[in-house]
């Protein structure tokens, strides 16, 4: 069953993790990425619990954000050459702070001056190492991601299944009905609050499973856990046998 092997996936990654130790990076790539895989875990785990209590939507939301976590680490550390992960880790600096420029101007504040006043510096610093390097600043899109990431799969069926749940679009709010949406006019039955829907949440969790295994046994030069052969010994078959017995579009292919 989906929620055993993510059971058995989450100790693994827990037992090699203390018996590591202290963790080393040669980068602020490799520093993000541990991070990333930090948060990854977190975010694992609440999507197991969600599917246990057949709670889909806030399942399928936490699916997209977990893809998110994965493209946005992997891409950092997928170089070998320095002087290409320093760029990479320059754009992914000035995305991130454009996006605090952009939330400080939305909230008007004036106590946050003093970072308001850093966060301008810094952005411009980042410019002004793109010009001397003669390039554009710029970040790619998460789908742009998936692609040099060699994960498209990965991204058009989990991340876009999960996009409209995540933004709340008519599609998803349709949903809320119990059964059928009524067709005499605008006379509905009581929406139900709670709607448990145990086969969505378990698609969300064995689309979990792959991305999240998918995302150990690459990050796993990065993080030296030795789980790569566990991860695929336990992920893969089962997963092959999963789709093939309820027909799920497969996710990903484990590198």
């Not at 994960?151 to 998803?172: K, N, Q």
């Not at 509905?188 to 064995?206: M, S």
């Given at each position: 069953a989906p929620a055993e092997v993510a059971s058995r996936l989450v100790a693994l990654v827990e037992i090699a993790y203390v018996a590591g130790g202290q963790q080393e990076a040669r980068d602020l790539n490799d520093a993000v990425l541990l991070l990333g895989f930090a948060r990854a875990f977190r975010c694992f785990q609440s999507i197991v619990g969600l599917a246990g209590a057949q709670r889909s939507e806030d399942g399928l939301v936490l699916v997209r954000s977990l893809v998110s976590v994965i493209v946005h680490s992997l891409w950092l550390v997928q170089p070998d050459d320095p002087i290409e992960r320093y760029e990479r880790l320059q754009r992914a600096l000035w995305h991130a702070y454009s996006q605090e420029r952009r939330r400080l101007a939305a909230l008007d504040d004036p106590h946050d001056a003093s970072w308001r006043g850093r966060v301008e510096r810094t952005l411009g610093e980042i410019e002004q190492w793109f010009r001397l390097q003669q390039k554009k600043p710029g970040y790619p899109s998460e789908a742009e991601l998936a692609k040099r990431l060699d994960?498209?799969?990965?991204?058009?069926?989990?991340?876009?299944?999960?996009?409209?749940?995540?933004?709340?679009?008519?599609?998803?709010?349709?949903?809320?009905?119990?059964?059928?949406?009524?067709?005499?006019?605008?006379?509905?039955?009581?929406?139900?609050?709670?709607?448990?829907?145990?086969?969505?949440?378990?698609?969300?969790?064995?689309?979990?499973?792959a991305a999240y295994g998918d995302f150990l046994t690459r990050a796993d030069e990065v993080l030296q856990l030795g789980i790569t052969q566990g991860v695929q010994e336990l992920v893969e078959p089962w997963l092959r046998s999963y789709v093939d017995a309820h027909r799920v579009p497969p996710v990903t292919e484990m590198a």
């Open positions: 994960l498209p799969v990965l991204y058009d069926l989990v991340y876009r299944t999960a996009s409209p749940t995540a933004h709340h679009t008519l599609f998803a709010a349709l949903q809320g009905f119990a059964g059928t949406v009524p067709s005499d006019g605008f006379h509905y039955p009581p929406v139900p609050l709670h709607r448990p829907a145990p086969d969505e949440a378990e698609n969300a969790l064995v689309w979990a499973i």
